[in-house]
């Protein structure tokens, strides 16, 4: 298990500020597209702030809270996929539609009911336990796969419409959205290690890789 929760409690802070500050509309461009990934870059520091929460003993002490905490996770992809819609999008308005996005979290978040109201998880039979868990497990991790590779195929085309469009691309493009979703497959890459392969070289370096790629990804989208 990675530890550091001095190092990602910094991490996630940062991820909150970030957050608020995209939230804060300070450029007024683009502010659906802003807002939705301030919510996104929110619930990554939700996950980052786990682990500290964790050595605190949060997770005993507000079980209920910790668990949401937890099942936030389940809106960080569609938040990303939705910002980039409202990005390459020109006058994008609302649609309804965008709330499928979110059944995920709505499934998990009735799933986890029983344990919000009694305190006790749902009980399995071994072998439909087995399957439970396989698909808790995998869920997440096939979620932020799929999503980032939407957000970054719409992201080429958008870039290479806009080139085709206009020779001089330096004021128009949204280039820096591009370098912002490398971070976060980056991000993802090394939580994938710590799912399913914990191979321990690495995850000593995971919360200084975390805490540099917030850095990054407020580099990016704050300019």
């Known amino acids: 298990m990675m530890d550091s929760p001095i190092i990602m409690s910094i991490t996630s802070g940062a991820a909150f ?6 939230l804060a509309h300070l450029r007024k461009v683009n502010v659906a597209a802003n807002s939705y990934l301030g919510l996104f870059v929110i619930t990554l520091g939700l996950a980052m702030v786990e682990i500290p929460l964790f050595y605190k003993n949060f997770h005993l002490e507000h079980p209920n809270w910790f668990e949401m905490i937890g099942l936030s996770r389940f809106l960080t992809a569609p938040l990303l996929y939705i910002s980039i819609l409202y990005f390459t999008s020109i006058n994008k308005k609302f649609d309804n539609k965008i709330l499928w996005h979110f059944l995920p979290f709505s499934i998990f978040l009735i799933f986890r009911l029983p344990f919000f109201i009694t305190g006790k998880n749902i009980e399995f039979s071994p072998e439909t336990g087995r399957i439970v868990f ?22 080429q085309k958008h870039l290479k419409k806009l080139h085709q469009i206009s020779s001089s691309t330096e004021k128009n493009d949204l ?16 939580w994938f290690n710590l799912v399913f392969f914990n191979l321990e070289y690495l995850i000593q370096f995971t919360p200084f890789t975390y805490l540099l790629s917030v850095f990054f990804l407020a580099y990016f989208s704050l300019q």
């Open 17 to 22: 500020l970030l957050g608020f500050l995209l």
């Open 134 to 155: 396989f698909v808790l497990r995998i869920a997440l991790p096939l979620q932020a796969l799929t999503y980032w590779i939407v957000s970054f195929i719409k992201m």
């Open 175 to 190: 280039i820096w959205l591009k370098y912002f979703l490398l971070i976060v497959v980056l991000i993802i890459l090394v």
